[in-house]
């Protein structure tokens, strides 16, 4: 298995452009997530979904958008991407009920707007 | 929204020592994690543990749900133990996250 996987891992944007990170996680699991987070601060969550169809704002969702069309992949689109959008972008997963809701991360995707 | 509070911030320690690590949260929840981001920025889970008291190696974590506070305990630091260790805390679908507690262990 391998996990959660996330592309790109680093990217450099200009003010203005737009992208789309890819987040995709083999483990069939139900619930995602899109965190960010800035230097030497902790984890921010931006979207979350319990399913494909199904998504929800998180607590700084300002100039982001989601989709999930799949169980297994959960992207995260940037538009009109701000300096403020600097960050690095980790997606979550994991299964819904059981005996643990443990949380699985990918590695990460360094973003940098200039 | 819940909020989470993590202390110390920061912690030095020499190789060998223990140490606990603090995690308050302002609302009743059903689920809580600790993790480990190591200087790489990788993220790893340590526990699920949305109560009661779990223990794996030198790591052992308590969490007290009606008093809304949980508590990290490392045994025998080692230098492979620095990093931020982060609680996330959550009611329903989503985890919020602390701001972490920063371990640096010195050999």
């Known amino acids: 298995n391998a996990g959660v996987t996330q592309t790109p891992k680093f990217r450099i944007l200009k003010i203005g452009q737009s992208m789309t990170l890819q987040c995709a996680q083999d483990m069939n699991h139900n619930y995602m997530y899109w965190y960010r987070q800035d230097p030497g601060m902790g984890l921010k969550l931006i979207y979350y979904?319990?399913?494909?169809?199904?998504?929800d704002k998180g607590e700084v969702p300002n100039g982001y958008n989601v989709s999930r069309s799949t169980t297994e992949d959960f992207p995260l689109r940037l538009e009109l991407a701000a300096p403020s959008q600097t960050s690095v972008y980790f997606c979550?997963?994991?299964?819904?009920?059981?005996?643990?809701?443990?949380?699985?991360f990918g590695e990460g995707s360094r973003l940098t707007v200039l | 929204g819940i909020q989470v509070e993590q202390s110390p911030p920061d912690l030095i320690l020499q190789e060998g020592a223990n140490s606990t690590l603090r995690c308050n949260f302002s609302d009743s929840v059903n689920n809580l994690q600790w993790f480990h981001q190591n200087p790489w920025g990788q993220l790893i889970n340590l526990f699920y543990?949305?109560?009661g008291t779990k223990q794996n190696g030198r790591l052992s974590a308590t969490t007290v749900a009606t008093e809304r506070y949980s508590l990290l305990y490392i045994s025998s630091s080692q230098t492979t133990d620095s990093g931020v260790y982060f609680c996330?805390?959550?009611?329903?679908?989503?985890?919020?996250f602390g701001k972490g507690t920063t371990l640096s262990v010195s050999s």
């Open positions: 543990i949305p109560s």
């Open positions: 979904s319990v399913g494909a169809g199904i998504t």
């Open positions: 979550a997963s994991r299964t819904r009920g059981g005996l643990t809701g443990e949380l699985f």
């Open positions: 996330a805390v959550g009611t329903g679908t989503a985890l919020i």
